[in-house]
Structures are given as structure tokens and as C-alpha cells.
């Protein structure tokens, strides 16, 4: 199985804080990701993603996101018992 998949994802973030006083810092982002996912075996899935923002607000310079990538595995360890076969069509 091969499958593209496109992410949207909203992120807030509250001020930083030092001491107990809030930084000016803090904003919003929106990120579209799109994602690769492949399934070479029934419990194994790779995936690679990359997160590039579609519109951001933040007050401080050092919290502006440009871009991220993941790269993961996915193993299942039990999928539990197998559906049961459906037997074929009677025709009459």
C-alpha cells in the first residue's frame, strides 16, 4: 500500500515565561503537512511528513517556524484474529 495524504494542523502558544513574568512572545500557527505513508508488510507502516506554514502570528522573532520532517515506523503487535472469509455468491 502506498498513500498520500495532505494534514492541516492549528497550533497556539502561550507567552514564555522567566522568573514568573510572562516574555513578549507567544502567537499562532497553521500548517499544511503533506505525508507519505508506506505499508511494505500487514503490520509494518513508514511515514514521512514535512509541515510548511500556511499563515503564523507571533510576537517573538526566535518562534517563527520556516519548516519541520518527520520520518517514523509504525509496527502493529496485534491486530487481533482475521476476519472470517465470505463465502461466495449462490446463484440460483
Not at 506554514?53 to 519541520?68: C, F, T
Request: cysteine-free.
Amino acid at each position: 500500500m502506498l498513500s498520500v495524504q495532505m494534514g492541516l494542523d492549528a497550533e497556539v502558544h502561550d507567552p514564555d515565561v522567566i522568573n514568573g513574568a510572562n516574555l513578549v512572545s507567544g502567537g499562532w500557527e497553521v500548517f499544511a503537512s503533506p505525508t507519505v505513508v508506506w505499508m511494505p508488510a500487514a503490520r509494518t507502516r513508514f511515514f514521512l511528513y514535512v509541515s510548511l506554514p500556511v499563515a503564523q502570528d507571533y510576537k517573538a522573532d526566535y518562534q517563527v517556524d520556516h519548516w519541520r520532517a518527520g520520518l517514523g515506523v509504525i509496527y502493529s503487535f496485534d491486530r487481533g484474529p482475521e476476519p472470517p472469509v465470505a463465502p461466495p455468491p449462490r446463484w440460483n
